[in-house]
């Protein structure tokens, strides 16, 4: 089975989504699969994919184009050429939700991470909307596979979307490899509570910044996140560690540094960085939203994400229990493998191959 799998999301910096498309790609090289990672992109696009895939055993299409992303838009608007003009013949197409190209045969397979454009589109910028919006409307009427990082996007996927259960299937993300409990640690000065998110209101950060500064002066706050776009948090208090994007091995060594990891999304498709704070052996609390349930388990303290009082009660409760609750992430982390995840894609792909084929 020869899979063509669109990596568009890798010619940025990562973030979520590409941290979920790098996961499986690692997954399905580990599981042996005949992929190849295929995208229109710019010059230093490719040097992001190119950094981002070093090293996995995988087939690369990255031809450098001016306005990349013009020409992904165009090739979804205007449905031609098909695919297979550029990548020969493949059993599965799986695009992303930067574009969706034509294809002559094979499986047509996506991924839903969330929905929160379509649910919360005050929480989304208006171009993000308009691009998930066209992907979603298209994607429902073409294709035969629906990958959903959580059970609870999956529901959302059904309900939302209108698409039926035998189209959908649930393949959870895990912690990067770098994410482990051994390693050299961050040492920002002070003992420090830690939060990873893009700057934007979907991710709370000021109801975390109001239960910071109810904590009192004997914990910093460190807050790792590009900006993103929407009012931003007003960081410039005291007690508040700007630290902006770094990459996946200062991340590792901050994790390792934090008393506390602190997490409190209104909503997520399953919450990768919860994992790897687990991983990292870092007690974790994290929104009660049921979103994160799937990525929290029985290891995180959870708390209401619309209150600040309730978050700081969560982070005080957290480091009483941090020699409870830190095996217990890691048990939770070790439950997610990339090896699963490529495993649970490939079952996906024969099972949508074969019905193709009836």
Known sequence: ????????????????????????????????????????VSARGKRHVEATLRGLDIER????????????????????????????????????????????GGVRATTIHDLVPLRFPEWTHGRTVRMHGAKYRHAARS????????????????????????????AHPAAAPVFTAGGDRADLGRPYALTVATLEPRKNLDTLLDAHALLGDSLALAVVGAAGWGPQPQLDRPGVIRLGYVDDAELARLYRGAEVFVYPSRFEGFGIPVLEAMASAVAVVASSHPSLDESCGDAAVRADPDSAEAIASGIEEALRRRDELVPLGRAQAARFTARGMGDAFLAAYREALARLRE
Request: glycine letters at 4%; hydrophobic letters at 45%; aromatic letters at 10%.
């Open 61 to 104: 299409r990255l031809p450098v184009l001016p306005l990349a992303h013009a020409w992904r838009t165009t090739w979804s608007r205007v449905q031609r050429p098909p695919a297979e003009r550029w990548l020969g013949r493949f059993d599965v197409l799986h695009f992303s939700d930067w574009m969706y190209p034509p294809q002559r």
């Open 1 to 40: 089975m020869r899979i063509a799998y669109d990596v568009s999301p890798l010619s940025h910096p990562r973030a979520g989504v590409g941290n979920y498309v790098l996961c499986s790609l690692r997954g399905l090289a580990e599981a042996g699969a005949d992929v190849v990672a295929f995208a229109p």
């Open 143 to 170: 294709a035969q596979l629906f990958l959903c990082n959580s059970h609870f996007t999956a529901r959302d996927v059904e309900q939302l979307l209108h698409v039926e259960p035998e189209r959908i299937r649930v």
